[in-house]
T-cell receptor
């Protein structure tokens, strides 16, 4: 499975934007870029995903580099409830034998200060 | 609540005992995954079911581990002869086309 590299930790202040980077230089042409987050004492939660184009949803935005070797998860206004571990995951196309399983790294621990 | 549920939420057992965990996925999801998460690490894939068929097992799933999904609905994960190294959070997830929905997990402590 292609690997991702994320900073171990980041800090932000409440109400400010947060940009969480992810490097995935070995991404293949059919890999989707997924972001999940895990709040304390909970299971992971889907945030957003994309293939080539930038994506927006109610939780966040995903900016994907033109060469797809990196991406950035953008939280437009951080709240205390956004404090979590954020995982950047490459998910192979569901065809074939990957069966859509997720390969998690260690993620980025986001701390949000009031 | 129509999310993924897991039971029990916590289990403390003595080394050598058998334990069984249950996962109830979101009802219309035919794809179900089990993951294991140890402290400070991301979840690791254990096994995958499509309906009642177990289609993939990680090499992490030793012969002491067995998972079933009878009738393609709920799933069980059994660990026989537990070891201290089995202490972890066991997570279940079910899936739509693009999203995996995770349950709250079962935290196992082997003493």
């Amino acid at each position: 499975d292609a690997k991702t590299t994320q900073p171990n930790s980041m800090e932000s202040n409440e109400e400010e934007p947060v940009h969480l980077p992810c490097n995935h230089s070995t991404i293949s042409g059919t890999d989707y870029i997924h972001w999940y987050r895990q709040l304390p004492s909970q299971g992971p939660e889907y945030v957003i995903h994309g293939l080539t184009s930038n994506v927006n949803n109610r939780m966040a935005s995903l900016a994907i580099a033109e060469d797809r070797k990196s991406s950035t998860l953008i939280l437009h206004r951080a709240t205390l409830r956004d404090a979590a571990v954020y995982y950047c995951i490459l998910r192979p196309n569901a065809g074939g034998t990957s069966y859509g399983k997720l390969t998690f790294g260690q993620g980025t621990i986001l701390t949000v200060h009031p | 609540d129509t999310g993924v549920s897991q039971d029990p939420r916590h289990k403390i057992t003595k080394r050598g005992q058998n334990v069984t965990f249950r996962c109830d996925p979101i009802s219309e999801h035919n794809r179900l995954y089990w993951y294991r998460q140890t402290l400070g690490q991301g979840p690791e894939f254990l096994t995958y079911f499509q309906n009642e068929a177990q289609l993939e097992k990680s090499r992490l799933l030793s012969d002491r581990f067995s998972a079933e999904r009878p009738k393609g609905s709920f799933s069980t994960l059994e660990i026989q002869r537990t070891e201290q190294g089995d202490s972890a959070m066991y997570l279940c997830a079910s899936r739509t086309e693009n999203e995996q929905y995770f349950g709250p997990g079962t935290r196992l402590t082997v003493t």
